[in-house]
């Protein structure tokens, strides 16, 4: 549903796609890709020499490749990769054979394997495999194993311009000679070497490989190994050949190649290994990457000590290139691709990510494709922990935690990520990092980085799976006896990994005999909660506590686990006087319920002087779970408000955002009812001496808490209709409409919403005429914003009701069906939207259904929107009589409105047991509090 993506954007939660997620989705494509043509083994590579002549200025390359091979298992054929795209001209196989089996007519060719003896070998056929990147050899008689062959081949290939991977080509202009520079490089990730030339391209065949570039004199190449020589061209005087010295064992995705003019910056870094570090730009550029040399150095420090051993090559090649297309980095060994602007980047999150795939990646890679996900997971955690020993610690800006919190959110839905692949794959590798995290947090990070140490030194120049990650930290926790005998690192993880779901677990303390239940369930917030196989779903759950009466925040240690149990008991706990917290910190990835008695207790000490003993993330922990709980059901909604009383005295951003989002949610949930207002009323008393605390305009110097906290406090405050904001809006909002049609200037998009929301009618016919007659230079984007606003933000059904007219009935040629369906889907946004649309529905029926007959997909969006969204017993009844007085003309919505029925039914239930606790918790807060400003 399209209306889920608009109201997040408008509300500011954006889902924040970054460039990391691309990798383990174009991972998980190849490894669909090339599943299909996984090679037999019966023949493997032990070493390449390649040789490489890109024309970049004609678009294409030629080269020739020696592949030594040794035969595994009897067979009469050779198969390799060779893309269909790959023109493979000439080829032949010599068998080596051992001394004493020299055949009559043979010469000792080259010097290398000195003792066997070349002997070509009879071929019968070869042919390519249909749509497939399959190049297969057959030869007369079948092979032994042993047998030791080389192959040749020659071939040549396209150079790939349009986009950024394969052996590419692309150009720029040279801003002092205004020429056009060319340049040529390589993005062999996942599975394009198969494009550049014939080889085994599958990452466990990992050998030495000795490349050999062709360039032009006047340009510079760079390969994965330092340069060993350069000799002049056979045939062509301008050009050169450059050759590399031979690389460690290392796969094909990890060949890189660079060709350039660009200029680079050079350094010798001084760790151990004396490393040579190459920053590679356009002149222009080349003062913006003055401090990656540092950068660089500072994290390969940290990444050289988490990984026990060193930078695994002699040097490394960094390059900006101008004009890279593809959205994340090019990770080859000992040559890093990158935009300029990631170059430059702030921090150094990209430039670490990209040196721990220099050894969780190249060093050692995963057996398959289908293993990529864990490597990316793993390589995102430990590129997180080097940014935390890069900077100061500060627990507030945890950057996790936002992440976990959209983590609890999408897998507690009843169908988590909406269909959507991207928002499924991000999904999945936050929540497995956290489980890493959890295992960092539970067996302590010495015992982690040792067990990361022991799995590097067991897989260097080899492949891994997932489990070798498991089984690694597994022995490292017996050696340093961080789990019971009885328990694996290998099923905790299996069960946090293989589910996509998270748990719930619920305390609930006996006070007299000072022991507690925990039960673990799963976790979700959508009604109802009957998602199928709940009764399997159990999880490997680390019981990390803290007790009132000893509160130490800073070790992990479980005090016990629950192993895949439904329910356990644990005793020692303090009386009645003293709270405990399950999970502090967010150790491992679940939400905690507790009886009433200790969240009262909690909420006591959090009201105290002594609140800020219990550190930021615990305290948003707390306020997180309760209102969440009680929004899934789960919790007395009252406890869930009690828990807001404390924010009264927090100044922590992160804290507060916890509550913005609830703002966010709950007035979505009790739209339409007087509740709402009340609900308002209080979040306008909570925001407004807190607005006033902070002052209206930053302070010099302030922290970025503080203005973070300043800023939100004020959308939330104008989107609850607080006054004196509204006229601001409002006023920008005039100075916009009266300025020229042409431009926007001025008027910041989050005014919008409330001008159109809060104020008169008059400014909404404003916007709808700017709609009407939007200039034909305008932006899109600004015509799509405004319309938007005007359907989402409306709460008078008047001004719904005259859209519709325009659009649907009067079918204003203004509007498209996109335009329609956005109005439908915005109007879900409210109660007063899609009540409104309900209406409009039932009054004009026969009109609509006879618009939409052969718009199914315009139809369905209207019932949806109209029908499925009411909360209540009125809402109900509305819907049922529709349903039964319309019964068979629903055509293809009819199944949605009959789970909009079931759904309706659970919300009413839910408002029925809700909203009279909440009204009661808010007329005593309203109550008591001063109302002076609201
Ligand atoms: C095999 O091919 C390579 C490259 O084309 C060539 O140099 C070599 O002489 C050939 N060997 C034989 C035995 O034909
Ligand atoms: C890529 O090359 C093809 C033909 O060689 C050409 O038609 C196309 O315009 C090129 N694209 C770019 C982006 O240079
Ligand atoms: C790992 O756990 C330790 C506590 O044992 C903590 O100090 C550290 O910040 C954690 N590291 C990461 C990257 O979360
Ligand atoms: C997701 O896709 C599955 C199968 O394609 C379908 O059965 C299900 O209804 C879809 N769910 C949503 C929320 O669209
Ligand atoms: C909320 O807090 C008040 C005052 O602290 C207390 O009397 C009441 O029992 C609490 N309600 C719930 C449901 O926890
Ligand atoms: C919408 O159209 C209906 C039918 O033509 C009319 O009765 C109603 O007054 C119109 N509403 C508005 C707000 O223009």
């Known amino acids: 549903m399209m209306w889920r993506f608009c109201t997040l954007l408008i509300f500011g939660f954006q889902i924040s796609v970054n460039g990391h997620m691309k990798r383990s989705i174009e991972l998980i494509a190849a490894h669909e890709m090339v599943s299909q043509e996984k090679l037999s083994g019966d023949t493997i590579p032990t070493s390449y020499h390649l040789f490489l002549q890109p024309f970049p200025a004609d678009g294409y390359f030629e080269g020739t490749v020696r592949i030594n091979v040794m035969v595994n298992n009897k067979s009469d054929v050779i198969i390799l990769h060779a893309d269909q795209d790959l023109q493979i001209h000439n080829y032949n196989i010599t068998q080596l054979l051992p001394p004493g089996k020299k055949m009559e007519g043979t010469k000792m060719v080259g010097n290398e394997p000195e003792l066997y003896h070349p002997t070509p070998l009879k071929l019968k056929s070869s042919k390519r495999v249909k749509n497939g990147s399959l190049f297969i050899m057959e030869h007369a008689s079948p092979l032994e194993p042993g047998a030791k062959l080389q192959l040749y081949l020659q071939f040549s290939g396209k150079l790939f311009n349009e986009t950024s991977e394969g052996m590419f080509r692309s150009s720029y202009v040279d801003s002092d000679t205004k020429t056009k520079k060319w340049f040529v490089s ?44 350069t000799k002049p061209h056979e045939t062509m005087d301008d050009w050169v050949w450059d050759i590399f010295r031979k690389s460690p064992p290392m796969s094909t995705f990890s060949l890189g190649i660079a060709i350039s003019e660009l200029r680079h910056l050079s350094y010798r870094l001084s760790s151990d290994k004396n490393i040579h570090l190459r920053v590679w730009t356009r002149s222009d550029f080349i003062t913006e990457v003055k401090n990656v040399s540092e950068k660089v150095e500072a994290s390969l420090d940290v990444l050289e000590k988490f990984w026990g051993c060193a930078f695994p090559l002699p040097k490394l090649d960094i390059l900006a290139l101008p004009n890279y297309k593809s959205k994340r980095s090019a990770d080859s060994w000992g040559v890093i691709l990158l935009n300029e602007s990631d170059l430059s980047e702030q921090g150094s999150w990209i430039i670490t990510n990209e040196l721990v795939y220099q050894w969780l990646g190249s060093l050692t890679s995963p057996l398959w494709w289908s293993h990529a996900h864990m490597n990316h997971v793993l390589a995102n955690y430990v590129t997180t ?24 959110y999408e897998f507690s839905k009843r169908y988590p990520y909406s269909n959507n692949t991207h928002i499924e794959h991000y999904t999945q590798s ?54 019971p005998q009885a328990i694996t690192v290998n099923e905790i993880a299996a069960s946090w990994i293989s589910v996509q779901r998270l748990p719930l677990v619920t305390v609930t303390r006996n006070y007299q005999d000072m022991t507690a239940y925990l039960r673990q369930k799963v976790y979700l917030r959508d009604r109802p909660h009957d998602i199928p196989d709940q009764e399997k779903l159990l999880w490997w759950i680390p019981v990390v506590l803290v007790k ?82 009680a929004y899934a059901g789960d919790l007395n909604f009252a406890t869930a408000l009690n828990m807001t009383l404390f924010l009264k005295n927090e100044r922590e951003f992160v804290v507060w955002e916890r509550f913005f989002t609830m703002i966010d949610h709950v007035g ?90 809060w104020g008169t009618l008059k400014e909404w016919n404003l916007g709808l005429e700017r709609v009407l007659q939007f200039p034909a230079t305008g932006k899109s984007e600004d ?31 203004n509007f498209t069906d996109e335009d329609i369906s956005l109005i439908f889907d915005m109007l879900t946004a409210g109660a007063d939207g899609y009540k409104s649309l309900f ?25 949806d929107s109209a029908t499925t969204l009411f909360k209540t017993q009125d809402g109900l009844d509305l ?56």
């Open 385 to 408: 922990y080097v940014i935390k020993k890069l900077n100061k610690p500060d627990p507030s800006r945890d950057w996790y935690i936002s992440t976990l919190y959209s983590v609890y």
């Open 430 to 483: 936050d929540k497995n990092e956290f489980v890493l995290r959890m295992l960092n947090y539970t067996l302590g990070e010495k015992t982690f980085v040792h067990g990361m140490q022991r799995f590097m030194s067991d897989r260097k120049f080899d492949t891994f799976t997932e489990d070798d990650i498991w089984t690694s930290l597994n022995e490292q926790a017996r050696v340093d006896k961080k789990l």
């Open 548 to 629: 009132q009466d000893k509160m130490n925040f800073d070790d992990g240690t479980p005090y016990t686990w629950m192993k895949k149990e439904r329910e356990i008991r644990i005793d020692n706990l303090p009386g009645d006087d003293s709270f405990i917290i399950v999970n502090p910190e967010e150790i491992g990835p679940f939400v905690v319920n507790y009886d009433h008695h200790n969240w009262a207790l909690l909420l006591e000490y959090l009201c105290s002087e002594n609140r800020e003993n219990i550190p930021v993330l615990t305290r948003t922990k707390l306020l997180h779970d309760a209102w969440n709980l």
């Open 668 to 757: 979505r949930l009790i739209d339409g009812s007087p509740v709402h207002t009340k609900f308002r009323t209080y979040v306008k008393i909570l925001l407004t001496s807190l607005y006033e605390e902070l002052g209206k305009e930053p302070e010099k110097g302030e922290s970025d808490n503080i203005a973070n906290l300043r800023r939100a406090t004020k959308r939330w405050l104008l989107s609850a209709g607080y006054e004196p904001l509204v006229r601001e809006a409002q006023e920008s909002f005039k100075q916009w409409i009266e300025s020229s049609d042409e431009k926007t200037p001025g008027l910041h998009q989050s005014y919008l919403c409330p001008v159109f929301k």
């Open 186 to 229: 390589t993005h062999m990730r996942p599975a394009m070497a198969r494009n550049v030339f014939p080889c085994y391209d599958e990452p466990m065949y990992k050998v030495p490989m000795v490349v050999s570039v062709a360039r032009l004199k006047t340009m510079t190449a760079v390969s994965n190994m330092p340069r060993e020589s």
């Open 879 to 934: 819907v049922s009589e529709l349903y039964v007085e319309k019964q068979g003309e629903f055509g293809t919505a009819e199944s949605l409105i009959k789970k909009g029925l079931i759904k309706i039914k659970e919300e009413t239930k839910w408002s029925n047991e809700n909203l009279p606790v909440m009204e009661k918790w808010l007329d005593q807060y309203i109550k008591t509090n001063d109302v002076r400003s609201v």
């Open 839 to 863: 209406s409009f529905l039932r009054n004009n029926w026969d009109i609509v259904k006879v618009r939409f007959e052969k718009k199914p997909n315009l139809w369905n969006t209207l019932i």
């Open 783 to 813: 015509r799509f914003y405004l319309l938007k606003n005007l359907a989402g933000c409306s709460v008078d059904s008047q001004k719904i009701e005259k859209m519709l007219n325009i659009t649907v009935l009067e079918q204003n040629g």
